[in-house]
């Protein structure tokens, strides 16, 4: 491998090779631990304990990928149960066009986005976006009579 001239002191090129491995997402790094790999001769390895090492980090990676997926899964999974508690109830929020919205819960999805309350006035607003949850109508005092005014 040929040396790269460096005009700048080691403790800056460290710091800025330090904070570049570190932007990286997994399957950037993933990425060039394969093409290390491939670059190598399988026969004489640059060093058994590297690659071992290499073995290792990618093992984490993958694990470290499948644990984000399942508590992506998990969070959907709790997003809906306490969604279905809301099918009755009075909310408001923000819907996707970001308008406020109110109305009385009549189902809930699932989609791409997460979980959406489908209001029974025909407004959808994702469980991301919900602010409030009332038990009755806004204006009703629960008796079924409107509020008093003061």
């Given at each position: 491998m040929?040396?790269?001239p460096s005009f700048t002191?080691?403790?800056?090129?460290n710091t800025a090779a330090g904070n570049a491995f570190s932007a990286l997402n997994s399957e950037q790094f993933v990425k060039i631990i394969f093409t290390e790999l491939q670059q190598q001769d399988p026969l004489q390895p640059s060093d058994s304990k590297d690659?071992?090492?290499q073995l290792s980090s990618l093992r984490s990676i993958q694990?470290?990928?499948?644990?984000g997926s399942r508590m992506?899964?998990?969070v959907a999974q709790n997003q809906l149960s306490s969604a279905s508690n809301l099918i009755g109830k009075y909310i408001s929020g923000i819907d996707d066009q970001f308008r406020r919205v109110e109305g009385q819960v009549g189902s809930i999805s699932r989609t791409a986005e997460g979980t959406v309350l489908n209001l029974r006035n025909g407004a959808r607003v994702n469980m991301n976006d919900l602010d409030q949850?009332?038990?009755t109508p806004p204006g009703n005092n629960g008796s079924g009579n409107p509020?008093?005014?003061s």
């Open positions: 040929s040396a790269i002191n080691s403790n800056t090129t690659l071992l090492a694990s470290d990928m499948e644990l992506n899964s998990l949850v009332l038990e509020p008093a005014n």
